[in-house]
């Protein structure tokens, strides 16, 4: 028995979890931490994806009746369930992503913490009341549920992307039915276990609360969420990860008139001014550019440094970067876990060969801790001093890699480089200077879905609406008024007069 293996079993002793109906040969899930297997999975064929749909449609048509602070008394459960369960859910984060114990848990926490918030919503699914242009009139906004919500996620936030969707979905009185990531099905199969273990208990205390089917789970690759995609039951698709992936639900949920949240790729930068904190700027371009192995969407990318104190910040970065620990994610001291696999270490070799040929510079880049295992795939973050902003910089790829580019003139400059690229999500500036800080977040600065003042990239906090622009797809989802993705808008006129006046004076007089 591999350190993996055990690692998992004494995981799912603690989760009271069983995998053995779930074994098949289909879906392999694979430590990245040592490479080994950990189970092989039986897919869901398109057969079993519809009926699962229709299951979940039928039990929606209950559920949206269930007055909503109801449904938020569920999810009010379910966050509990998670803080029981924190520590088992976090660890096996850590062992089918390769996320380091404290980010493991940290994803776990953002789960708690949008339960929390949904439980609030569930009283506050507000609408508006407006003004009548007619006498004796009334006009108002109501929100409904909107039926079953796909939910498509990635394997970089194997738990908290799908809870974000489903507490939130599930106050709104839908339905769920999530594929996750063909490379954390366990992670998934943990957290629907939990769910249902919440709904048993929540049913045996008030029978039929909540209906049969209302929350699903289908494993598999892209060909079971093509069967969300494309199934006219399901009115939402949130979908989570690639560009690619997003051009392609993007497209065949628009020509059903579905509505989708893409959350897509990010090419994150940060701007340093002259008047920046360095050394507070130096620890958040650390956590933003290296936490999570470089894999989260909001990971920054690029670095934009005025030229003045472009050497001293790069030399206290060279530094840093030598010295972080890098190594299996669940042993104390680690900063830097294991890339998810193979293609992903051969995908971040190829920036790596394109950056030299287009005059960059690498500091580190190379594979470290072969000890730990000759399918895991381990690496030093990489620096890239770069001549300018070029071809590579526009892509994401999803490995630790900093390019890091110069500029001279004003904020104004650095903002038009930052924007220069085909993504939108995260962005920001370090500055001291009120000017450049505000100017960054107004009309003509950053062009991104999320941009911050003196904080790095990464690690948003659930109370923002949280998404970006251009190929990141535009969605929101989260915190704010992201709920009424998830929702329809009703606008109803009521008339309490005796007569009929008709708007825009219009006379139909019969
Ligand atoms: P991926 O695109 O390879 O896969 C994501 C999911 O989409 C998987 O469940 C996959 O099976 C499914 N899928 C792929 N093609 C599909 C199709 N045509 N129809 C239906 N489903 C399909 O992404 P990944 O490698 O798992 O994750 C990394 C990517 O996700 C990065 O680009 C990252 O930036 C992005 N991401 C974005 C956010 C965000 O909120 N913007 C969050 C996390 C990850």
């Not at 092989?40 to 079993?48: E, I, P, T």
């Not at 049969?212 to 995609?229: K, T």
């Not at 698709?237 to 392609?248: D, H, L, Y």
């Amino acid at each position: 028995m591999t350190q993996s293996t055990q690692r998992l079993n004494d995981i799912l002793k603690a989760l009271a979890l069983d995998l053995k109906p779930f074994a098949g040969q289909d879906i392999t899930s694979r430590s990245p931490a040592d490479g080994v297997t950990l189970a092989v999975l039986k897919a869901h064929s398109a057969q079993q994806a519809q009926d699962a749909i229709a299951a979940a449609h039928q039990a929606y048509l209950q559920w949206r009746t269930v007055p909503a602070p109801v449904r938020g008394e569920l999810v009010r459960r379910f966050g509990q369930t998670l803080r029981q369960h924190k520590a088992a859910l976090g660890a096996l984060v850590s062992v089918e992503a390769g996320k380091i114990t404290s980010e493991g848990l940290g994803e776990v926490q953002e789960m708690i913490d949008i339960c929390d918030f949904a439980v609030g919503l569930s009283r506050q699914l507000h609408g508006l009341t407006i003004a009548s242009e007619r006498p004796g009139h009334r006009m108002m906004e109501t929100w409904h549920p909107m039926g079953v919500v796909g939910i498509i996620s990635a394997f970089n936030f194997p738990v908290a992307v799908w809870c974000w969707n489903s507490a939130l979905a599930l106050v709104c009185g839908d339905a769920v039915v999530w594929k996750p990531s063909e490379k954390t099905p366990l992670t998934a199969v943990a957290c629907q276990h939990l769910l249902e273990q919440t709904i048993a208990a929540f049913n045996q205390e008030q029978p039929g609360a909540v209906p049969e089917g209302l929350a699903q789970l289908l494993i598999g690759a892209r060909e079971v969420g093509e069967v969300l995609v494309d199934s006219p039951l399901v009115p939402v698709v949130s979908a989570t990860g690639s560009t690619r992936m997003g051009r392609q639900v993007g497209v065949k949920v628009a020509e059903r008139f579905g509505r989708s949240i893409l959350e897509l790729g990010g090419n994150n930068a940060m701007i340093v001014t002259p008047s920046a904190d360095l050394e507070l700027a130096a620890r958040a371009i650390t956590f933003a550019a290296v936490g999570t192995a470089g894999q989260r969407c909001t990971t920054l990318r690029r670095l934009i440094v005025h030229k003045s104190v472009a050497e001293q910040l790069v030399a206290r970065l060279e530094k840093i970067y030598g010295s972080v620990t890098v190594g299996d994610p669940l042993t104390d001291g680690t900063l830097v876990g294991p890339l998810i696999d193979k293609a992903s270490f051969e995908g971040m070799q190829a920036a790596l060969a394109q950056a030299k040929q287009e005059g960059g510079t690498i500091i580190g880049g190379q594979r470290e801790r072969e000890d730990l295992g000759q399918d895991a795939y381990y690496v030093r973050p990489a620096l890239v001093k770069m001549p300018a902003q070029t071809k590579v910089m526009e892509h994401e790829t999803f490995a630790p890699i900093l390019y890091i580019v110069t500029y001279e003139g004003s904020a104004e400059d650095a903002i038009a480089v930052q924007n220069a690229v085909p993504q939108g999500l995260s962005s920001a500036i370090f500055t001291s200077d009120l000017r450049d800080a505000e100017r960054f977040m107004s009309p003509a600065g950053s062009d991104c879905g999320i941009a911050n003042v003196n904080i790095g990239t990464s690690g948003a906090e659930i109370g923002g609406a949280f998404g970006g622009e251009k190929e990141t797809g535009g969605g929101r989802e989260s915190g704010s008024d992201a709920w009424k993705g998830y929702m329809r808008r009703a606008t109803n006129t009521i008339n309490y007069s005796g007569a009929l006046p008709l708007a825009q004076g219009v006379r139909f007089d019969v």
